[in-house]
């Protein structure tokens, strides 16, 4: 029996014990994820030398272990926002907006109690969460949420929306938003294709939506 198998089964029996489903049988037990712990022989020289690097780097479920494989993403952690030329809170508004376009439950559950922690209200985070209408938001966040969400599903916005976001946060803050929800799609969309699975202790706060 290979060691990966025995990793599987043992993970499938250990979540039965606890009553979870058990995992599917091409995820890979320590990153709950479809790649395996990266290795020096995965990676090319920029990657390995990266990799040895981190001398504190542990393998297991997030984005590390699918990003160090795509160079312009190696040194995306998961930060709070604090230092972003936007402000902390909208930082967090900004990738709960690109998680809830592409359902990316990852994301979504580091950064919905991030949010929180950083001054987004939960009446905000609910709008996105839930693809609730904007109306009875703040000026501001209603104008980012409503331009955010018409970007990611039209590939457009009219003149007006941007003008609305112009006025509301500048042309580089404006800019810095769309940067921070294309980071965010980008790592997204990986996690989404590996198919990144939740650490038992952490909640699953995003649901899914009909559209």
Do not use: C
């Not at 020289?45 to 795509?70: K, M, N, S, W």
């Not at 312009?72 to 952690?77: C, P």
């Not at 592409?102 to 996105?128: K, T």
């Amino acid at each position: 029996m290979s060691i990966r198998l025995s990793f599987v089964l043992l993970a499938a029996l250990s979540a039965a014990a606890h009553g979870q489903t058990p995992l599917p049988p091409d995820i890979h037990p320590v990153t709950l994820s479809r790649l395996p712990p990266p290795t020096a022989e995965n990676l090319d020289e920029e990657g390995q030398r990266y990799l040895a690097e981190r001398t504190d780097f542990t393998p297991r479920p997030g984005p590390p272990h699918v990003t160090i494989y795509a160079p312009r993403d190696r040194y995306l952690g998961i930060p709070s926002g604090e230092g972003s030329p936007v402000g902390a809170r909208f930082f967090q508004l900004a990738v709960l907006v690109a998680a809830r376009e592409i359902d990316q439950q990852y994301e979504w559950s580091a950064h919905e109690p991030a949010g929180l922690r950083q001054g987004l209200e939960q009446s905000v985070v609910d709008v996105v969460k839930y693809d609730r209408d904007v109306a009875g938001l703040a000026e501001k966040d209603a104008a980012f949420i409503t331009f955010g969400r018409t970007l990611l599903r039209e590939n457009a916005v009219s003149s007006e929306l941007w003008q609305s976001m112009v006025d509301h946060f500048g042309y580089q803050q404006t800019v810095q938003l769309m940067t921070i929800m294309g980071d965010y799609i980008r790592v997204g969309i990986m996690l989404n294709a590996v198919d990144q699975h939740l650490p038992p202790d952490r909640e699953a706060l995003l649901p899914p939506l009909e559209r």
